[in-house]
């Protein structure tokens, strides 16, 4: 009889985690460069609902209710030192960043907006 026939668990062996930030916060540079078409999807048509800054409205808001201090500190805690190299000042800086560019991110998609590529095709003045 074997140990799941007993009703054993088998434990495994390994325990795996793997991360792919691609290149949120520019891979592993770790900051923000200021380029109004960094982070958007390549086809324009995922935006066609975009009728102007009224359509991030609840987006924004949310985001600035809840990125606060106290939530990035207890996230900050949650993050294994693994996957910031164990240099917690530099993470610290990083999460800092976040809170601080948060303010910045209407002023962003209207650079995006106003770029040559203009994905927001449906966007009303």
């Known amino acids: 009889m074997t140990e799941t026939q007993r009703g054993e668990a088998i434990q ?9 930030q691609g290149f949120c916060f520019n891979a592993g540079e770790w900051n923000f460069p200021d ?12 935006y066609e609902g975009v009728i102007g800054m009224e359509s991030f409205g609840p987006w924004l808001e949310r985001m600035e209710k809840q ?16 996957w910031y190299d164990d240099d917690y000042d530099a993470l610290v800086r990083l999460l800092e960043q976040v809170y ?12 995006a907006q106003r770029s040559n590529r203009q994905p927001f095709v449906s966007w009303r003045e």
């Not at 380029?35 to 995922?46: D, Q, S």
């Not at 606060?68 to 693994?82: D, Q």
């Not at 601080?100 to 650079?111: A, H, M, Y």
């Open 67 to 82: 990125i606060t201090e106290r939530v990035l500190a207890e996230l900050a805690e949650e993050i294994p030192p693994a």
């Open 12 to 20: 495994p062996a390994y325990h795996t985690v793997m991360i792919d």
């Open 100 to 111: 601080r560019r948060k303010e910045r991110v209407p002023e962003l998609i209207l650079s």
């Open 35 to 46: 380029a109004p078409l960094r982070g958007l999807y390549a086809r324009n048509r995922v």
